[in-house]
């Protein structure tokens, strides 16, 4: 059948044009949805970079209210395995006492823990106060009720020295921590000063002190051991937790008398556990306004951090921001023993590749903190800045 010359001519013309687009408009588009820069440098590569994270404070005891604090923060669903929707979940100490949960909330912990790693997740645990009096033999706010879910005295004892929850304490369970929020800084944990030569090293500030720290009581103004961060303090409360774990368990307190730490302890051990220590220390929670934030740049330049993220000292209503977000106070009593506000804190970190003149990489950095409470939250810190770095 003979073909219609006007239809010759319009399948022609089609056939050209999309000839012209492949040659020249596809790559253009392409190529637009990468980052370029203004003088027509290849295509940016970078991609962009995003954290959550989630802290949860002081526990108590209180399995039902720490699964209904966790759930809501999104760490957990409803079943309370690992949700896979954030990235690194960190509980500030003080798990124990004041309630009956102590062996479901360990246990629990624990199964998190492998849960997060399986997902690619992390979760960071500290000691607070109450766990160290319990190792130390200081039994003064363990209810009886909760000493029978171990099934005796003898039995507590062992299972917090020597078996599971005493392992879990020396395996996974630190004083303090450094998680920084992009992976140029290292893993967390790694320390600051960083070495000269490392990727963490060439970076300037603010980038370089991209990070936060995580402590039970607070890293005090005048406490020696902040540098290198956090290794030092946490290789004192190792050695101590050993000295604890390994030596015969004395009778509690009350109704024995103080056990106190072992003859052998260090000079800085000892000062790990004093009321300026990490464990104890409430100056950021109680001094004026003005003298912490006096004092708290310096602790932040020390430890290569942005913010200092701490519980033990709690306000039963909210969670508690002081200069500009540097200091957060996140124990809010969620145990049940306090009847205080059930809370979780949010950080949505994101690094941004910018399209920049300069031969310097440039980003945005953007910090959203949130108090996260049952039926509200309340944003702590809004920040963006515009750094440069190979990242």
């Known amino acids: ?108 912990m624990e199964d998190l823990r492998s849960q997060a790693h399986g997902a690619g997740g992390r979760m960071l645990s500290h000691l607070g106060n109450h766990e160290w009096m319990n190792a130390i033999g200081d039994w003064r706010y363990v209810l009886q009720s909760e000493i029978k879910t171990f099934g005796g005295v003898a039995a507590r004892q062992a299972l917090i020295s020597t078996g599971r929850i005493g392992r879990a304490w020396a395996a996974n369970y630190t004083t303090t921590s450094r998680l920084p929020l992009h992976p140029s800084l290292g893993a967390p944990n790694d320390d600051f000063p960083p070495s000269p030569g490392s990727p963490a090293g060439r970076l300037l500030a603010p980038l370089s002190h991209a990070a936060y720290s995580f402590v039970h009581g607070g890293l005090a103004p005048g406490y020696p051991q902040l540098s290198p961060f956090p290794s030092t303090i946490n290789d004192i409360g190792h050695s101590l937790l050993r000295k604890l774990q390994r030596r015969v368990q004395p009778p509690p307190h009350p109704p024995h008398p103080y056990p106190d730490l072992p003859s052998g302890a260090t000079r800085e051990e000892r000062a790990l556990y004093e009321s300026d220590g990490p464990l104890w220390y409430r100056g950021w929670a109680l001094n004026s306004e003005s003298e912490v934030c006096r004092e708290v740049e310096p602790v932040l330049e020390k430890t290569g951090t942005r913010r200092m993220i701490m519980g033990h000292t709690p306000n039963f209503e909210k969670i508690v921001s002081r200069c500009n977000g540097k200091i957060i106070i996140i124990d809010t009593g969620i145990s049940h023993a306090y009847g205080g506000a059930l809370s979780a804190l949010s950080i949505d970190y994101t690094l941004t590749p910018v399209p920049s003149s300069s031969s310097e990489k440039k980003w945005r950095e953007k910090e959203v903190v949130r108090a996260v409470y049952v039926d509200h939250s309340v944003v702590l810190v809004d920040e963006e800045r515009d750094v440069f770095g190979d990242i």
């Open 1 to 108: 059948m003979p073909v219609n010359p006007s239809l010759r001519h319009a399948l022609a013309f089609i056939s050209l044009a999309s000839l012209v687009y492949v040659l020249f408009y596809s790559p253009y588009i392409q190529n637009s949805q990468q980052h370029s820069s203004p003088l027509g440098d290849a295509p940016d590569s970078r991609i962009a970079r995003s954290t959550r994270i989630v802290a949860v404070g002081d526990l108590h005891g209180d399995i039902g209210n720490a699964q209904e604090v966790l759930e809501m923060a999104r760490v957990v669903d409803s079943d309370g395995r690992w949700s896979g929707e954030v990235d690194i979940f960190v509980q500030t100490g003080d798990i124990i006492d004041r309630g009956d949960d102590t062996i479901k909330l360990f246990d629990w």
